[in-house]
């Protein structure tokens, strides 16, 4: 049977207020017309909602009934569109320390600025569960990732300061340091096939690796070593002209950077921002 929304937010209002003058005066509508809808709504479902007395109602067993079903389901898209409202101008995102601090983070503010009203608001770990209303951007395999959800397939090569970089060109042995991956279903970093490409041999390297991209990363920095990483991370510091590639080629690798379920952050704000994550890395 169809009612009228109309009648049953009016009958609603006057249940939860007890008149209505007080339902008239919440929906904006007059006495008048809230007592309109109510009669409508009895004479739809051929039963008396409301006993009417001088100067005051009282629900009937069947408005009882009727107004705690009616007020729970208001109750509940009312929940609904705030938390959707909500979602569409807040993105919460959970990713790896790395991508973070070496990417996401130094952009936001431009984002935000060309995008007013939305709020960013970043966690970072390795962790993969996935919690509600937060966006996961992830590291994985290829192997493992559907290609919808994949963000940026990654290469890998080795980055230092220019100083390191002349005293590696000169040098008998020189240090490389890469990543060894906390969760143990990835495969290691392609470092070998790195030097076989590039015709490294690998009696020259010292080869450490850390379980956080960001010791290698800091390590190079301070002109300590190579890091053999991925060639998103330090986009901007070759940018920036902190870090010069080895003068060598990226090896290709099976690892990306995706979302999970991507196709289910179907809000506006959730499009806009992995459209724009996707230019950015």
């Not at 919808?148 to 300061?161: R, V």
């Not at 990483?229 to 990306?256: Q, R, W, Y």
């Given at each position: 049977?169809?009612v ?12 939860r ?11 904006s ?7 309109h ?21 009282e ?20 929940m609904?569109?705030d ?33 007013p ?13 996935n ?33 390191y ?8 042995r020189f ?10 279903k ?36 301070l ?24 003068n ?15 196709e ?18």
């Amino acid at each position: 049977m169809q009612v009228s929304l109309q009648a049953l937010k009016a009958f609603e209002s006057a249940a939860r207020h007890g008149s209505f003058k007080a339902a008239a005066h919440e929906l904006s509508l007059t006495p008048t017309a809230i007592s309109h809808h109510v009669q409508n709504l009895e004479s739809r479902l051929n039963v008396s909602l409301f006993h009417r007395k001088v100067r005051k109602i009282e629900l009937t067993e069947a408005g009882k009934k009727l107004a705690l079903a009616a007020t729970s389901g208001f109750r509940t898209i009312a929940m609904a569109i705030d938390e959707i409202k909500f979602s569409g101008n807040n993105i919460l995102i959970s990713t790896t320390t790395a991508l973070a601090s070496m990417r996401l983070i130094p952009a936001i503010e431009e984002y935000m600025r060309l995008h007013p009203g939305v709020l960013i608001d970043v966690s970072t770990g390795e962790s993969f569960d996935n919690y509600p209303n937060t966006l996961p951007i992830r590291f994985g395999s290829t192997e493992s990732v559907k290609t919808s959800d994949i963000l940026k397939h990654e290469k890998f090569d080795a980055f230092g300061t220019p100083s390191y970089l002349d005293f590696s060109s000169k040098a008998d042995r020189f240090k490389i340091i890469s990543t060894r991956w906390k969760n143990r279903k990835l495969p290691p970093a392609p470092v070998h096939a790195w030097l076989e490409m590039n015709g490294i041999e690998q009696s020259k390297v010292e080869y450490v690796t850390y379980d956080q991209e960001l010791i290698g990363i800091q390590e190079a920095l301070l002109g300590k070593a190579l890091v053999f990483c991925s060639t998103t991370l330090t986009a901007p510091l070759i940018t920036a002209g902190i870090f010069h590639s080895f003068n060598s080629k990226p090896v290709d690798t099976e690892f990306c950077f995706y979302c999970p379920d991507k196709e289910k952050y179907d809000t506006r704000t959730h499009e806009a921002f992995l459209l724009w994550l996707e230019k950015l890395l």
